[in-house]
Nanobody
């Protein structure tokens, strides 16, 4: 069974850090494009960061550059999102997704091949 499972969410104080994990099973990230997305209560889902497993290129939502870092561990078939200097406005459900060809932080492509179920991040003030 193909799955993406996010973990690492939780409650953190403003200014703190969290590292989210996205573990794939049933397929290998290999040449996929993998992204993190988030959806705050009452808001549209938005792109956070994308990583091309093919060439290692990354991109980030402009507002998050410098605070968030996407990375991968090929041996563990896992992609990470390191989040630093967290703010209350970072509170959201964070999703990872993978697609053979496309990942964008500016236009949400809901047709990406696989989506996880999300992990909740709550940042208290």
């Amino acid at each position: 069974e193909v799955q993406l499972v996010e973990s690492g969410g939780g409650l953190v104080q403003a200014g703190g850090s969290l590292r989210l994990s996205c573990a794939a099973s049933g397929f290998t990230f290999g040449d996929y494009a993998v992204g993190w997305f988030r959806q705050a209560p009452g808001k549209e889902r938005e792109g956070v960061s994308c990583l091309s497993m093919r060439d290692g290129s990354t991109n980030y939502a402009d507002a998050l550059k410098g605070r968030f870092t996407i990375s991968s561990d090929i041996a563990k078939n896992t992609v990470y999102l390191q989040m630093n200097s967290l703010k209350p406005e970072d509170t959201a459900v964070y999703y990872c997704a993978a697609d053979r060809y496309l990942c964008s932080v500016t236009v949400i492509y809901y047709g990406m091949d696989y989506w996880g179920k999300g992990t909740l991040v709550t940042v208290s003030s």
